[in-house]
């Protein structure tokens, strides 16, 4: 594509953002005094920040860039990861989940895996989410720099330094506040920076519904019913009928339940959002109010994709073609604030578009600086230091985190395939993970080698899932069938994907009850209060009005969620 | 917490729309061609002003209660 040229406003306005960013950071280094400080905010951040932080922090790059992308290449059924994935997963770890991560006093997912199970379980879900952390802040790095590259002209090293000497700085001043309050600043400027895009886009196209009478054309000349592009549930009673190449089975137990699920209600990336917060009312509310904007972001993330496949087959080549002739859908959102925004709001467009992979990498550093302290660190490399010492450690790790992302991210510029190969391992480790959960929070009988071999059952079932399956059209390797032979084949990677999740949590599942079964149980019921839910008092929402109580609010945001099936069916 | 994040929200956004707002009335009409005529520098910098100043406004009231004068208004 055709280079951006920016004018000193867009200059000035980067520039006020870095000022901004890094002032927080400057003036939230003061009330850093403990490691609890540094790690989980003193437990002290009103529900409100930590809502907008526990979405931000997932707004990442895979966010802005790739659900455009999914929105071009797949059309309106990509809003199936909101409304059937992300928001009911955030209702149910608001409501059933988070009074056992904040009434555990856990200071980390692992942690609590160590009080509910065991060492060894802990052990294993520190060290695969601490490398984990790692790729993904590089992997947000490389993708960042490489846009730039792309879109402005700019050197790969300088965007990765630059990117990564700013989220350094601010995370090593003031801890996890300050990623806090950054990610919240970025949560607003994203919206900001992105509305006018849209707007300006949807009136171009003629609104909605010029825009569905633009897919239209898409969609057949691709050879689906008219409407394929543009609604979310009509076109899923077989796989071959919508481009996704998914069946409503997949999509609601794969992607509903198993992946989202597995995503919002275990990941220490967005969970510590909520254990930052000032009250167990507080952490409760924090994913249900987080669902409320996130319901909307389909606008925001997924139409712009719409927009610019609509205008791409419309008025001819506005995306620029790969290699193989197909539309590149990842360079949807910048081709648009090219095409649209003028010197001013493309500043700010930019802007927006760094602080979303920003925002990204630092949720990754400031899990990855905990788990790797708390859990990692403490427990068995130096256990029993005074807290000064960990809140030292801490900054180390942050420094560490940083130069392990960079480290990362020029690994992917050479290997391509290893970043592959790992993503698709950390699928399989993923994957098992919410059955261990599950069965830990709700089942007081799961025992601590039932969860660990579980879990290792459950990431072996997803591997050989995936070595004895391909996607339509690929050959044996890194996509699948690396176990010689092949079983079936599915119409499409994503449809692939969400089976893989769906026979690991099976697996999972069901090895956990049986090893249980079989195994004794290693804690008492008196040791499992605050952990597990039928041996913790309950009844805290009695002294709240009906309206004031989390599941109220969950009710409301599940209603308004259906609603939006339903108006986009 | 000790920083009321709307502070500095409450200012970046202010200066933010200012900056555009100002540049959206000293330039020309040639930029504006890609988004459909309209001067989009100048509609969304006011946006972005008043919603910096909703919140500065928020935080002065904030600070006003603290001090036990719910009327002061900036």
Request: proline share 4%.
């Amino acid at each position: 594509m055709q280079q951006i040229r920016l004018g000193a406003i867009d200059y000035a306005i980067l520039i006020v953002y870095f000022a901004f960013v890094l002032g927080i950071g400057w003036t939230l280094r003061r009330y850093v005094r403990s490691s609890a400080d540094f790690f989980l905010s003193g437990r002290s951040i009103p529900t409100w920040i930590a809502g907008l932080a526990f979405l931000s922090a997932n707004l990442g790059a895979q966010e802005v860039i790739g659900m455009a992308a999914s929105g071009a290449k797949y059309g309106m059924m990509t809003s199936h990861f909101y409304w059937v994935g992300a928001i009911p997963a955030m209702v149910f770890v608001g409501i059933f989940m988070m009074p056992f991560y904040y009434g555990s006093r856990a200071r980390s997912v692992p942690e609590y895996l160590r009080l509910r199970f065991d060492e060894k379980t802990r052990g294993l879900n520190a060290i695969t989410f601490a490398v984990m952390t790692v790729f993904s802040s590089g992997i947000s790095m490389y993708a960042l720099a490489k846009l730039l590259e792309l879109v402005l002209g700019w050197s790969f090293h300088t965007s990765v330094v630059l990117s990564a000497v700013i989220v350094l700085v601010y995370i090593f001043l003031g801890g996890l506040t300050s990623a806090i309050y950054n990610e919240v600043l970025q949560f607003f400027l994203i919206v900001l920076g992105f509305l006018p895009l849209v707007l300006l886009g949807l009136k171009d196209v003629g609104g909605w519904a010029g825009l569905t009478a633009k897919l239209e054309t898409v969609a057949t000349s691709a050879g689906y019913s008219a409407g394929a592009w543009s609604d979310s549930w009509r076109h899923l009673g077989s796989a071959s009928a919508n481009p996704m190449g998914v069946e409503w089975f997949g999509m609601v137990m794969g992607l509903g339940f198993v992946l989202s699920f597995g995503y919002w209600c275990t990941d220490f990336l967005v969970i510590q959002r909520a254990m930052a917060a000032e009250s167990m009312l507080a952490a409760r509310r924090t994913p249900l109010l987080a669902a409320i904007p996130k319901m909307l972001f389909p606008a925001l993330v997924i139409v712009p994709g719409m927009i610019a496949i609509a205008l791409h087959s419309s008025r001819g080549g506005l995306l620029p073609l790969g290699s193989d002739g197909t539309p590149n859908y990842n360079l949807a959102v910048p081709v648009l604030l090219a095409h649209y925004l003028p010197s001013g709001l493309l500043g700010l467009g930019l802007t927006a578009l760094m602080a979303s992979f920003m925002s990204g990498m630092a949720g990754n550093v400031t899990a990855f600086n905990t788990v790797w302290t708390y859990d990692i660190y403490q427990s068995y490399i130096r256990p029993g230091q005074t807290d000064r010492h960990y809140l030292r450690m801490g900054h180390a790790a942050t420094v560490l985190g940083i130069v392990l992302s960079v480290a990362a991210a020029y690994a992917t510029t050479r290997f391509n395939n290893i970043m592959d190969m790992l993503q698709l391992v950390f699928a399989f480790v993923n994957a098992p993970l919410f059955a261990t959960f599950l069965l830990g929070m709700f089942w007081r009988r799961a025992t601590g080698h039932g969860a660990f071999f579980g879990l290792l059952i459950g990431t072996a079932a997803a591997a050989t899932h995936h070595g004895l399956v391909l996607p339509h059209g690929a050959t044996p390797g890194l996509k699948g069938g690396f176990l010689g032979t092949v079983l079936h084949t599915y119409p499409s990677e994503m449809a692939q994907n969400f089976w893989t999740a769906i026979f690991a949590w099976s697996a999972c599942f069901t090895a956990t009850i049986l090893i249980s079964l079989l195994t004794r149980r290693n804690k008492s019921d008196d040791e499992l209060r605050g952990l597990v839910y039928a041996v913790t008092p309950r009844g805290t929402d009695r002294e709240l009005a009906w309206y004031q109580r989390p599941a109220t609010l969950g009710g409301v945001v599940l209603g308004l969620t259906l609603l939006l099936n339903v108006i986009f069916w | 917490m000790n920083l009321d994040l709307r502070l500095p929200m409450g200012l970046m956004f202010a200066i933010f729309g200012a900056m555009l707002t100002l540049y959206g009335l000293g330039s020309g009409d040639a930029i504006y061609a890609r988004s459909l005529g309209i001067n989009v520098n100048l509609w969304w910098g006011l946006v972005l002003l008043a919603f910096g100043l909703v919140m500065l406004a928020l935080v002065s009231r904030a600070r006003a209660k603290r001090r036990g004068r719910p009327d002061a208004v900036p």
